[in-house]
């Protein structure tokens, strides 16, 4: 039982380039988040997936589209990357509504 | 709309000394609160929670959390820190009623020295 695994673990990528981050939980369940973390800032939530089929908007979705591929998997892509999206990004998963969530391990991201 | 503050952003502690972060939160409607713990260069793991009943929560490795609604706070506290203990600490409000968002507060990083 592997949890919410995330990769790649690291990333650099230069000003414009494209990349997609993948998520995947063996938990069975039905919501699941994407944070980014920066220095003094806390998590902020780019988009979520209350359930298999459905996306919505976070805090901090400009840049950032989501695929809810099925119930286990929910990818993050970055169409054009900008310095202000270097980031340690965070996938996490949950029951539906407002209880707690269960991490993966992270995604460094240099944008350069 | 709902918010976090944390208190104190870095809080240094001898070993065996008690501590207490700080967490206030803003809300118009009823909350649950969470304290989730990040050790360096991990995901954050949940610590303990509060969703309803008893105001006094524990978690299995010493740390209490206690929901005062009056004050809105949902204070850490631990009477005895370890060196292990050493990490960032975040407090976390979503509404009781439903809704998939959860407010992080910014974090709090504790530092136990020996």
């Known amino acids: 039982n592997a949890g919410v695994t995330q990769t790649p673990k690291f990333q650099v990528l230069k000003t414009g380039q494209s990349m997609t981050l993948q998520c995947a939980q063996d938990?069975?369940?039905?919501?699941m988040y994407w944070y980014r973390q920066d220095p003094g800032m806390g998590l902020r939530l780019i988009y979520y997936?209350?359930?298999?089929?459905?996306?919505d908007k976070g805090e901090v979705p400009n840049g950032y589209n989501v695929s809810r591929l099925n119930k286990r998997e929910f990818s993050l892509r970055l169409e054009s990357a900008a310095p202000s999206q270097t980031s340690v990004y965070f996938c996490?998963?949950?029951?539906?509504?407002?209880?707690?969530?269960?991490f993966g391990p992270g995604t460094r991201l240099t944008v350069t | 709309a709902q918010s976090v503050t944390q208190l104190d952003s870095q809080v240094p502690v001898f070993e065996e000394a008690p501590v207490e972060l700080r967490c206030n939160y803003s809300s118009s409607v009823s909350v649950y609160l969470f304290w989730y713990v990040q050790y360096p260069n991990q995901g954050l793991q949940l610590l303990l929670k509060y969703l309803s009943g008893s105001t006094l929560v524990e978690s299995i490795n010493g740390f209490e959390a206690e929901f005062n609604k009056s004050q809105t706070s949902f204070h850490l506290r631990k009477p005895s820190v370890h060196i292990s203990d050493t990490a960032e600490y975040f407090c976390?409000?979503?509404?009781?009623?439903?809704?998939?968002?959860?407010?992080f507060g910014a974090g709090t990083r504790l530092f136990v020295k020996a």
């Open positions: 938990m069975n369940h039905n919501s």
């Open positions: 976390a409000v979503s509404e009781a009623a439903g809704g998939f968002k959860t407010i």
């Open positions: 996490a998963g949950g029951l539906a509504g407002p209880y707690e969530q269960y």
């Open positions: 997936s209350a359930s298999e089929g459905t996306t």
